[in-house]
């Protein structure tokens, strides 16, 4: 009786494991968007297959008290992904179809990515 037992709870756990161990969803393709660095120089940044349903702050301008937003986003992923103006997915928003750029005057700070 307590192999059973013991069976039972070792199936158990490697079924937890299982679930828990399968891999995040990502969204394929490349995130881009530009951004003024230190020298006062436009610079192009690129996220590759980000995270699926996760903020992304863009580390370039995280702090609005020290930069100035990323600009031009070009979703040239599979998923939609929704800018934000601000960090941590924060102020206004705006949603890019999969693999289209959008207007150089689109202003962003973080990100997230969903299928619809």
């Known amino acids: 009786m307590r192999l059973r037992h013991s069976l039972a709870a070792v199936c158990g756990a490697l079924a937890l494991t299982a679930g828990l161990a399968s891999p995040a969803q990502a969204a394929t393709g490349e ?3 530009s951004f003024v660095g230190l020298g006062g120089e436009t610079q192009r940044a690129t996220l590759l297959d980000p995270p699926s349903g996760e903020c992304v702050t863009l580390p370039e301008v995280a702090d609005p008290a020290a930069s100035e937003p990323a600009f031009a986003p070009h979703n040239d992923t599979d998923e939609y992904a929704i800018v ?7 102020g206004d ?11 150089d005057r689109l202003k962003l700070r973080s990100v997230v990515f969903f299928q619809p």
């Open 93 to 103: 928003d705006w949603t890019l179809r999969p693999r289209r750029p959008a207007s």
């Open 31 to 33: 995130f881009g968007y």
């Open 84 to 90: 934000f103006t601000g960090p941590d997915c924060s």
